[in-house]
Every structure is written in C-alpha cells, then in structure tokens.
C-alpha cells in the first residue's frame, strides 16, 4: 500500500457552525495523492483548482452565475462572519481524501479549493448542483437532481446530471481517454477550444444536436451506455471519425450543443 503523510490521518467530524473565527479548513497533503472525493447528501459544492499543494474548505451560498463569477478565498473579516451550521467529515485514505458534507440549509455550498492536476470524483443525492473549475485531472461528477458546470477543465470527463443541464467549457483536451457525458432530462453543452482535435458518438431521443461542429446523423440502434458497454434501443445517433481526443454524448429529453471558442475569455 502506497504511504501517504498527510496532516490529517483520522477521520475527523466538524460542525460547520465551530468554525466561525476561520471556516477555513487547510489539509496539508504531503504526499502523493490520487483522488480528492467529495459526497454531499444535502446543498451544493463548487470546486476550484488552485496552485497551492493543500485543500481548503468553506462554506458559502450557492453562486447563480458561476460561468462568469470570479471565485476567492474568504478573508479573515469574511472568515469572522461566517456562522454556518452543518456537518464536515473529513477522511484520510491510501487513495487519497473523502469529503462528506451536509448543509443545514439546501441553499448552501461546499466550497473546495484543491491543487489542479489532482483527480477528483463529486457525487451530489440530496438535490443539490456541482460547479468546477480549473482543473487540470480527471473529473467524474454525479449529480442526481442539480445541475452540473464544469469550466476550463482539461478532463478527461465523466459526468452525469439526471434531471438537469450539464454544461462543460474545456481548456485543454487529452487524448488518452474518452469523456463521458449525459444526462435523462436535460441539455448536455460542450464548448471546446477552436480547433481542438476530437471526435463525437452522440445517442439522442428526444431533442435535437446544435453544433459548430460537422457531425453527420447516420442510423442506427448499437448505442453506447452509461458504463460504456453496447445496448439495443431505439433512438438516433451521430458520429464522427475517431481521432483527438474522443466524446461520446448520451441525453434522452434534451438537446446536445456543441461549440467551439477562440478563447477562455469569449462567452
């Protein structure tokens, strides 16, 4: 088993609520360490990737314009007003850090600050949203009633909003793995760098495909599933030659945009 020297080695049970003077929470991670893992059973979370080698926490309202909102650490006069009530676990494992969290109201936010190249996995059950943004590994992120924003990310993505948008702006592509992204009642949008090399599968029953893209609609029923092995079904599909980075896109009631950008700063 891999060692990992990291401040925290217990697990460790916080209310929220006691940490007024600095809700702040700093985890020193001095080793290696392969996944940051965050579960929230009620609220939100937003992730950010910072270039520092700890995690912090917080805890805020959820932001509504995250896409164009810019994101900072609280200050300590910030830190002083803070009087969230809810529950912070905090585990140490040979994987890496898991996160449980839960507001005492629906409308708050986990607040996580992490280094960009570490891998994280968010899953959300309690009806609550998922926000990243600047990451730089690979994303896997659930969300069973909330929306899901992932922005200037490099992947590679697995991503799943059930009954909400998801919406994934990339900074980068890399090649080496396929991104998965879907969503039951809802849009699914990608925004890719202009030019970026990539090719799509996309399954789609009840919406239409927007692009700026050249994808061809073929027929046909082998469509992939969520676990990426073949299903039978009738539905429509899309298709493009494999090369780049590759995106395979599955939505049931909703539509599929898929765009590019000149830039990170273009809306």
């Not at 600047?134 to 991503?159: C, N």
């Not at 849009?187 to 919406?207: I, R």
Request: glycine share 8%; with cysteine.
């Amino acid at each position: 088993m891999k060692w990992i020297d990291i401040l925290w080695m217990v697990a460790l049970v916080l209310p929220l609520g006691a940490l007024c003077e600095s809700p702040i929470q700093n985890l020193e991670l001095r080793g290696e360490q392969d996944a940051i893992v965050v579960q929230v059973s009620r609220g939100h979370v937003v992730v950010l990737g910072w270039e520092q080698a700890g995690v912090a926490t917080s805890v805020r309202s959820w932001p509504e314009d995250f896409q164009n909102q810019e994101i900072l650490i609280p200050s300590d006069e910030e830190a002083r007003q803070s009087d969230f009530e809810g529950s912070l676990r905090v585990e140490a494992k040979s994987n890496g850090v898991t996160l449980n969290f839960r507001a005492a109201r629906k409308e708050q936010a986990l607040f996580v600050w992490l280094p960009v190249q570490i891998n994280l996995k968010v899953s959300v059950t309690g009806g609550g949203s998922v926000a990243v943004r600047g990451t730089r590994g690979e994303v896997d992120v659930q969300s069973m009633q909330g929306k899901v924003l992932l922005d200037q990310i490099w992947g590679p993505v697995v991503a799943h909003a059930l009954n909400e948008d998801l919406w994934v702006r990339f900074s980068a592509l890399v090649a080496e793995k396929p991104n998965y992204l879907s969503s039951l009642n809802g849009d699914v949008s990608v925004l890719l760098p202009k030019g970026a090399d990539a090719s799509f599968e996309l399954d789609f029953f009840n919406g239409e495909v927007d692009t700026t893209i050249p994808i061809t609609l073929v027929p046909g029923t082998n469509v992939w599933a969520a676990d990426g092995s073949t299903v039978f079904e009738p539905s429509r599909s899309a298709e493009t030659n494999r090369k780049g980075t590759h995106f395979r896109i599955k939505n049931h009631n909703g539509n599929i945009i898929i765009k590019d950008y000149e830039s990170i700063h273009q809306k």
